[in-house]
């Protein structure tokens, strides 16, 4: 069977909107032929590619109608708003009646801008884009396909705000990938030796295209630090994603930005030596984005602190059982870092539990066999 993802991949930014895509993509094509089309698709090494440059919904329809007629696919796997509706549009055009469509929704978008339309510094752009995702997510849902959602919140939220569900409904979360599962031997020395014995308090936090979540996270990130400044010696933090000058603020001594690395292995030794890895995401971040995170931190046998949205889609890691979740408050999540940092064997079990969670059931190579079968079951439909 031929396969057409759709989606906003984009290889100069290998996190995030990326990771989804990719890694599912990757490991489809033990079952499909895989072609597929998003921003940038330079990284995509194991089939065919075509890479749209332009997050314009003509430029996508014009792709996908190209694909359609050269590629042939049985069955499109469109994810997000943007590219199910290029694809839904294409088929249409094409008159394409054999070939299959599914969508994917990562996220409720108008969800998400609903919630931070509160505190958004232009309360009338956000308002639009609340309008504009309304419109184009219930279009999808409204269509008559089948949809996988990253969570099961997620059809919970359909139902509330849609009033109704797509006919057929699946849940496939987000993965984590291989070299965080296998046991790492790293050659490289401690990139934090010269902040020992601080414990590390690691978050990761690029910068994302138009969503202020991260954003949301290195503000209380700087907040929680400033709050513990007197403790220097004891705990530091650490940014992955951004660099210092990307702030105007001043900043407490015990916080450092390492920026983004373009090596991978970078990455993994700078997370396989931190101690604590931090998702401090506000009420009002809808932070969908953390999952990818806190899977991260959890597959490294990292102790997790997290805010309760830091653990959206996620619920099946428990406080005091894989994680500590605490408030929303600069006090109680520095109280809390504070905690975990001086008690960090005691809270071993906690890393260890999630880590045998993450090896069952959260690994890409499985998520894609789930989805596998959906898609081909699909098509024999």
Not at 86 to 101: G, M, P, Y
Not at 207 to 228: C, E, G, H, W
Request: aromatic fraction near 10%; include cysteine.
């Amino acid at each position: 069977m031929r396969l057409l993802i759709v989606s906003t991949l984009d290889s100069s930014q290998p996190f995030g909107a990326f990771t989804r895509p990719f890694y599912l993509g990757r490991y489809l094509t033990r079952d499909f032929e895989v072609c597929q089309l998003g921003l940038n698709c330079s990284a995509v090494d194991y089939g065919q590619s075509v890479s749209v440059g332009s997050r314009s919904l003509l430029s996508y329809v014009r792709a996908i109608q190209t694909c359609i007629a050269e590629f042939c696919p049985d069955i499109i796997y469109a994810q997000e708003n943007l590219p199910g509706l290029a694809a839904l549009i294409s088929l249409v055009l094409t008159r394409q009646e054999k070939c299959q469509l599914v969508f994917d929704f990562h996220t409720l978008s108008p969800f998400e801008y609903w919630t931070r339309l509160s505190s958004a510094p232009n309360k009338l752009v956000e308002f639009v884009q609340f309008i504009k995702t309304y419109i184009a997510q219930g279009i999808l849902i409204l269509a008559n396909k089948s949809v996988i959602v990253a969570s099961e919140l997620i059809t919970q939220l359909i139902a509330k705000w849609y009033h109704t569900v797509p006919r057929s409904i699946y849940c496939v979360g987000n993965g984590v990938t291989d070299d965080l599962l296998v046991a790492p031997s790293f050659a490289h020395p401690d990139p934090y030796h010269q902040l020992r014995p601080a414990k590390i308090v690691i978050v990761i936090a690029p910068k994302t295209f138009q969503f202020p979540t991260n954003d949301m996270s290195v503000a209380m990130t700087i907040q929680v630090a400033r709050y513990l400044e007197s403790h220097s010696k004891e705990i530091h933090f650490i940014v992955i994603g951004r660099n210092v000058d990307e702030n105007t603020q001043s900043l407490p001594s015990n916080i450092t930005f390492v920026g983004f690395f373009l090596e991978r292995n970078d990455f993994l030794t700078h997370l396989n030596y931190a101690d604590i890895g931090l998702l401090p995401f506000p009420q009002q971040a809808v932070a969908g984005g953390a999952r990818n995170k806190a899977l991260d931190y959890f597959a490294y046998q990292k102790l997790v602190v997290s805010t309760p949205e830091g653990l959206r889609g996620l619920e099946e890691f428990r406080h005091l059982q894989h994680l500590l979740v605490t408030g929303y408050s600069i006090e109680e999540v520095a109280n809390t870092v504070l905690e975990a940092a001086t008690n960090l064997e005691h809270y071993k079990p906690l890393a260890e539990a999630a880590h045998r969670l993450i090896r069952e059931k959260y690994s890409w190579s499985a998520m894609a066999q789930k989805l596998a079968e959906i898609l081909k079951n699909e098509v024999k439909s």
